[in-house]
């Protein structure tokens, strides 16, 4: 089932999990909402995030280093579902961690929690099979990154695999904030429509959105804009007790740019 963006754009707030605590980021979950976000990437934490850049590497040190484990996020999750049942909710993590729980637990708990969908960042639509079998099995929204670089022909294979939305990767490269959203964004997406839109899969554009000229910038050519790094490191420089409503405004400030 497609996640649906009722905003242009519609907003996606990436949050890793556990960072400072579990209790805050239930809380700036809940006011990233509040504020206008449609749906929430909950980040699993993993000691070897290859794909992040240094803001949500260190936010990933430090929630594993808190002891956050993969089945802590699910049980956050629903508490958020159980908070706020109208958010799509999405779990985002790297295949690891997913393989030491098991693919057939883990796609039954996460279903349980009521979450929506699943991006596991390293799991690649060429070997998606079991995994696939599996979130199909649980009524869950599978979600794949697609890259500039990427063929037409695996452009395609992204759009049919992907039901909850596909995740277009702004740039080549780690996660981070830039100055500008990158030009072949625009390009990758006329060339993701091709396969997307006979399907109803909606694009949502992430990796670099910081600001709310970004968020401009994606309405012109994409479903959903994904706001990630910039979150995490204004959690990182904010006192927890503070950094809910930090962040709530924050996502305020996008949405009225």
């Known amino acids: 089932m497609p996640i649906s963006f009722i905003s242009k754009p519609g907003l996606v707030a990436y949050i890793t999990a556990g960072d400072p605590d579990l209790a805050t980021t239930r809380d700036i979950a809940l006011a990233a909402i509040d504020a206008g976000v449609e749906v929430i990437e909950m980040g699993v934490p993993f000691s070897d995030p290859l794909a992040d850049g240094p803001v949500i590497q260190r936010a990933s040190e430090r929630a594993v280093a808190r002891g956050t484990r993969l089945t802590d996020v699910i049980a956050l999750a629903a508490e958020i579902r159980n908070a706020r049942p109208q958010a799509g909710l999405v779990l985002f993590s790297y295949l690891n961690p997913v393989v030491r729980l098991g ?7 996460a279903a349980e929690a009521g979450v929506d969908g699943v991006l596991l960042t390293d799991m690649i639509v ?42 277009a990767i702004s740039r080549v490269g780690i996660t981070g904030t830039q100055q500008q959203v990158a030009g072949d964004a625009s390009e990758l997406i006329a060339r993701l429509r091709k396969f997307t839109e006979p399907l109803g899969i ?56």
């Open 103 to 109: 693919m057939h637990k883990f796609c039954k708990l």
């Open 202 to 257: 909606p694009i949502a554009v992430g990796f670099g959105i910081s600001n709310a000229e970004h968020v401009r910038a994606i309405a012109g050519f994409a479903d959903a804009a994904v706001v990630g790094s910039a979150i995490v490191q204004l959690i990182e420089r904010t006192p927890p007790a503070e950094a809910a409503a930090a962040v709530g405004k924050f996502i305020q400030e996008l949405r009225a740019g």
């Open 126 to 167: 060429e070997e998606a099979a079991e995994y696939l079998a599996e979130m199909a099995a649980n009524k869950l929204a599978p979600i794949f990154l697609a890259a500039p670089t990427s063929p037409d022909a695996r452009l395609e294979a992204i759009a049919k695999a992907s039901k909850g939305f596909v995740y």
